[in-house]
């Protein structure tokens, strides 16, 4: 057990800190559920709805979380110096991705279009984790009489990259496109699980697509002990929680801090975490899991440029 106490309080929804960057959120999968409920009552003309969940006030637009929900075919979009990050909450469908936007119209680095010529198509279902890259049309479609809900984080693209020579090498198309589907995610946990480390955590990089700050990395995590505290100056954690159960601690003070890494976290506030849950964790951040007796929570981790105005 990390050497703290902490004591659970309610979580405000879009706290500020004093200089008005998102401190920590969390959407619990009961609340993503509700939300969806409450979007799917509140469909637009092209049967579609959506509300932001955060937004650091980027003015590229990068930096913003929303919950979309289509019970028609999307809208095609292009978003130049944009990255989609897409956990799918629920329903299922198809995503189009590459080729040309038919019609396209707009400005300023985002354009719309009827329909997408030379594109691939994908099928999409809950639990899915998807990244489009940049400047990158893409649509999504569904079926008569269904849905698709997904969690979307608007991500700057990246001006340079280096991608290590131990990056895993995607094969989608187009490039840069990739798909980890909710039945993959689990076989790749059954694998974490037998990789245990004697820290009793395994990972796996799922993508790297080479930020010199390490940003822009998709990677998988299983823990089945507490983890050690850790602390990003400049890089948001986006988590998706897959399986399994415990807390995350968040904010104080670290102890012994050692580059990202610490032995404690001293003042930190306590929040219950499981399957299908969505976290925001700020640069600047202390945090830490823990992982009950004879319980695990692995997630798939997403590293996000931080952005300070």
Avoid at 146 to 157: E, F, K, S
Avoid at 168 to 179: M, Q, S
């Amino acid at each position: 057990m990390l050497p703290f106490r902490f004591v659970f309080t309610a979580l405000l929804l879009f706290p500020l800190t004093q200089d008005g960057r998102p401190e920590f959120l969390r959407w619990s999968a009961e609340d993503l559920s509700e939300r969806n409920g409450v979007l799917s009552t509140r469909m637009r003309s092209d049967q579609s709805a959506h509300e932001t969940l955060v937004d650091y006030g980027n003015p590229s637009g990068a930096h913003r979380i929303r919950f979309i929900r289509h019970d028609a075919d999307g809208v095609a979009e292009q978003h130049v110096g944009i990255e989609d990050v897409v956990f799918v909450q629920s329903g299922s469908g198809s995503v189009v991705v590459g080729g040309d936007l038919v019609g396209r119209t707009g400005g300023i680095g985002e354009y719309t279009g009827t329909d997408i010529e030379g594109g691939v198509e994908y099928a999409v279902g809950a639990g899915d984790v998807i990244h489009i890259p940049a400047d990158v049309p893409h649509r999504y479609l569904v079926p008569d009489g269904g849905h698709v809900t997904y969690v979307l984080v608007r991500v700057p693209a990246l001006t340079e990259a280096f991608v290590p020579d131990d990056a895993p090498v995607l094969t989608f198309d187009p490039p840069g496109f990739a798909i980890w589907r909710e039945s993959e995610l689990r076989n790749r946990h059954v694998v974490l699980t037998g990789q245990v480390r004697p820290d009793r955590s395994a990972r796996e990089t799922l993508a790297d697509f080479g930020s010199p700050t390490r940003s822009h990395r998709f990677r998988y995590i299983h823990r089945d002990a507490d983890g050690v505290p850790e602390i990003h100056d400049d890089i948001i954690d986006l988590v998706f929680v897959k399986s399994g159960a415990g807390m995350v601690v968040v904010g104080g003070e670290m102890l012994n801090r050692r580059g990202s890494l610490g032995s404690g976290i001293a003042g930190g506030t306590e929040y219950p975490v499981t399957a299908g849950d969505v976290l925001h964790i700020p640069a600047k951040t202390p945090h830490g899991y823990l992982i009950p007796d004879g319980g695990h929570i692995t997630y798939v981790l997403v590293r996000v440029p931080a952005f300070f105005r």
